[in-house]
């Protein structure tokens, strides 16, 4: 065994060490085993909140630091000389002790900016729910309410020596390094929840391309499955059909003996049905086991190539720390490479099998993958509870029913068909409250409901009923909309995600600010054409009357032609400002 591609284990003061010999700057890293996965979708952002708070005080350096909130890991990591590995460590650990409670609101707001510049992929809302590894597509809107004793007490019960990881790649450990933290121990795995009754599933979204993710056995024939997976979808897609510009894949272990592989292949909107055919057969072919050695061999030298490098043991120290705190083996790059060499058609053939039975795909909205024997995802609930009845105002066919058990909004198709979309209180992951008296109960299978004075016809008795039944540790106050009138009833369009005040069926209000911006714009209209036309008829059939001098023929026209701006002018920020609204 090569020395440099060890990893060696040992302690630095109490907290297990992971160490790698590497040349060049030091490379350093604190892991602890708290996540998005760990919140509740109230709390959520609460572990971002708090990694934030403990690097505030590090300010601007020269040296390399950040910060990264994962599902089930936070990290701490920085690259730098040992004095300063040592300054930033300790400074983080002092930090978490005492977090910068006085930066609590500003580092709020700095979150609220930072999660608007950031997309959210659905795929984990779908398969998991709102609750668990699904919260990582919503937005964090726990941060908002959060207390000091909330921050502080989440820091305390997490951030501890018991639940954390020390890594270094250098020429030696710093010596006297001294990590304060909390005493604690270490905290299992988040459990991992599903939205998904069966699977192979799909649903339809966007108006990009394929998407799926498929849940594996984490092992060496896994990652060579994924590389293969990728090589047969740029040679299918792009190479030899033309239809995207890029096809490819993604390993990620979840560190509980599973791991998520993800495939994507994008498309413009004319190649959509080529591009979804031509996956769905990609999947197929890898699934009967046709897999060829050629590919196959390709993807091993690559990851074996990778793993032969003299940093491999440096770059994998992030993981292998995940790892320890998971309770998994910290394997070494020579250890792997020997499972790498080990792996057969017949494995690799296995995963495929493994991941067409567990595979969920978004494809583009308006598209189908029933046909190849995905079932849609669920977009309605299977029962409605039995309560009170109240019509929408806007749609005869959707109706609100409050009853003792939870919420439900059931929709009736023209047909007489009907479907209903139910949140019982006992699953009600959180509850949106907006100080116009509108409600959105969330379910942890992401299904919601909007209970809106503006949409249907509910007394204030029925109202405060409900607030009193949802769990208070699910409300989560936000600010005022934009548009205070609620948006039209629906139970097809019911998954929660993306923003806090969007909806799938959301539909802006004719508002009397934008009636008498209309009026206005007409009114503007009518008097800039009329002055228009008269400058234009002044400016050329009055150039050549004799009783006018030249002077006295532009003053005249420069008047018209100044009035007819003056009335358009207003009448083109209008138009902007509706546009923008």
Known sequence: MNPQAAIRTTEVDGIPTLFAHATGPMRAGLV???GVADETLTRSGITHLVEHLALHRHGLADYHFNGETKAAFTHFYMEGAEHEVVAYLEGVCASLCDL?????????????????????AQLPLWRYGAQGHGLVSYPEWGVRNLRPEDVWHWAQTWFT?????????????????????????????????????ETPAYFSDGSGGVLLDAVVADTAAARLYAGVLERELSRSLRQEGGYSYTAGTDYTPRRDGMALVTAFADSLPDKQDAVLGGFVDVLAGLRAGRIGPADLEAVRTRHDSALAAPDAAAKRLPGSAEDLLAGRPVLTPDELRAELRAVTPEQVHTVARQAAQTALMQVPAGHSADWAGYTAAPTDSSYTVTGRGFRSVRDKNVALVVGAEGVSVTTKSPDGTECAVTVPYRACAAVLCWPDGGRRLVGTDALCVDVDPGLYDIDAHTMATIDAAVPPHAVVWLPPRQQQAARPATAAASHEGGTAQGSASGARTFTRRTVMQSIGLVVLGILGVLCGLMALAFTVFEAEDPELTTGEWIAISAFFWGITALLVWPAVRIVRTTRRA
Do not use: D, H, Q, Y
């Not at 409670?101 to 950031?118: A, D, F, G, N, V």
């Open 32 to 34: 602890f085993r708290v």
């Open 100 to 120: 910068p409670m006085e930066r609590l609101e500003t580092e709020k707001e700095i979150l609220r900016t930072e999660e608007s510049r950031r997309g959210s």
């Open 161 to 197: 020596r018991g639940n954390a990881v020390l890594w270094v790649a250098g020429e030696r450990i710093p010596e006297g390094l001294s990590l304060r933290l909390p005493e604690g121990g270490r905290i299992p795995m988040p459990a991992v929840t599903s939205a998904l009754p």
